[in-house]
T-cell receptor, first 111, second 112 residues
Framework: TQLLEQSPQFLSIQEGENLTVYCNSS?????LQWYRQEPGEGPVLLVT?????EVKKLKRLTFQFGDARKDSSLHITAAQPGDTGLYLC???????????FGKGTLLTVNP | DAGITQSPRYKITETGRQVTLMCHQT?????MFWYRQDLGHGLRLIYY???????DKGEVPDGYVVSRSKTENFPLTLESATRSQTSVYFC???????????FGQGTRLTVV
């Protein structure tokens, strides 16, 4: 059972389009993190959201944490080819802080 | 250079052999993690450690052994490698619970 479900699994769009990817769980998380991974590299943190309903912006990227802290979304405005990559959400599971990842959304932005 | 480093970057081994993947971080982070990444499965946690001499199983620990005698090192050993352990392995570290995890560049392991 995947504790963090990400959708869509794959997304291919044209440069300039907007998109939203989702991270959902039946469990409550104290915080959720979003990472981006490029081929041949390890994931790199984009943002951490910690408060239910929180919205954080990072240039053209907008992250939202659900009110119940069970879900999160990432919206990209006017996508660029440089946004191409695997987007992963992650959260600490349990009192021992098992950092658990979703399977990711593989985004391709075509010029 | 400071950071988190994994070695080797690439490894080919034979079925049944023991192999150890190394992970070293220079930040004195408390938490360290080992993940494997496979197509269709994403990043799956193998083992993690909250501090030196404290380790615990993750999602897929079978066939793997870890130790953490020093804060900065967290080696992962495959006791008797199997083809199903062919994967890309990532080590990560985190200063404390709930904050950013920093990842190494990964080790691509092929078991033949």
């Amino acid at each position: 059972t995947q504790l963090l479900e990400q959708s869509p699994q794959f997304l291919s769009i044209q440069e300039g389009e907007n998109l939203t990817v989702y991270c959902n769980s039946s469990s409550v998380f104290s915080s959720l993190q979003w990472y981006r991974q490029e081929p041949g590299e390890g994931p790199v943190l984009l943002v951490t959201v910690v408060t239910g309903g929180e919205v954080k912006k990072l240039k053209r990227l907008t992250f939202q944490f659900g009110d119940a802290r069970k879900d999160s979304s990432l919206h990209i405005t006017a996508a660029q080819p440089g946004d191409t990559g695997l987007y992963l959400c992650a959260g600490p599971l349990g009192s021992n802080y098992k950092l658990t990842f979703g399977k990711g959304t593989l985004l391709t932005v075509n010029p | 250079d400071a950071g988190i480093t994994q070695s080797p970057r690439y490894k080919i081994t034979e079925t049944g052999r023991q192999v150890t993947l190394m992970c070293h971080q220079t930040w004195s982070h408390s938490y360290m993690f080992w993940y494997r990444q496979d197509l269709g499965h994403g990043l799956r946690l193998i083992y993690y450690s909250a501090a030196a001499d404290i380790t615990d199983k993750g999602e897929v620990p079978d066939g793997y052994v870890v130790s953490r005698s020093k804060t900065e090192n967290f080696p992962l050993t495959l006791e008797s490698a199997t083809r199903s352990q062919t994967s890309v392995y990532f080590c990560a570290s985190s200063l404390r619970r709930g904050v950013e995890a920093f990842f190494g560049q990964g080790t691509r392991l092929t078991v033949v």
